[in-house]
């Protein structure tokens, strides 16, 4: 995975085998550093730390994606881990977000997205993120960095 950027806690990829497909609107992770089960182990100050993150990266994912031709109307943020619970090491926290681009072709606007089993050959032809996009991405961030709604002082960090 491709790093986008990061916290003290938390890091944040574009997936290199993506969910939704670049031109769906593309797919990126946030993971905390420390493996977590779910949301539940987080303190309060990660918590806050990590919706403040969701917000600052899924704004610059809009943003950048829309600079580079990817009309993202939208992001969905999904906690799932579902087929981590075949894995002996078990399920993990992590949030997706996935783009949704409003002239999507297989994730289409308004529908729900579709996600079955990997090994079913659905993502095989999906493409990920490329250098530009993720680029794009991180000099969004930057600039929304400046504002005072993402100042860490704003959320109590």
């Not at 783009?99 to 729900?112: E, F, L, T, V, Y």
């Not at 579709?114 to 530009?132: A, I, Q, S």
């Amino acid at each position: 995975m491709a790093q986008i950027y990061q916290t003290e806690n938390f890091i944040v990829e574009a997936v290199e085998q993506p969910h939704v497909t670049r031109t769906d609107g593309g797919h990126l992770k946030i993971s905390p550093k420390v493996r977590l089960i779910d949301r539940t182990q987080l303190s309060p100050k990660l918590a806050i730390e990590l919706m403040r993150l969701t917000m600052l990266v899924g704004k610059a994912m809009t943003i950048g994606l829309n600079n580079r031709g990817i009309d993202v109307g939208r992001i969905n943020y999904q906690d799932n881990g579902n087929w981590s619970v075949f894995k002996p090491e078990g399920p993990y926290l992590h949030i997706h977000l996935y783009g949704r681009a409003k002239s999507a072709k297989i994730h289409k606007w308004g529908d729900a997205c579709n996600f079955p089993h990997r090994e079913t050959g659905f993502y095989d032809k999906f493409e990920p993120l490329d250098n530009k996009d993720i680029l794009e991405i991180q000099k969004q961030i930057e600039i929304l960095l400046r504002q005072d709604k993402y100042q860490a002082s704003e959320w109590g960090l």
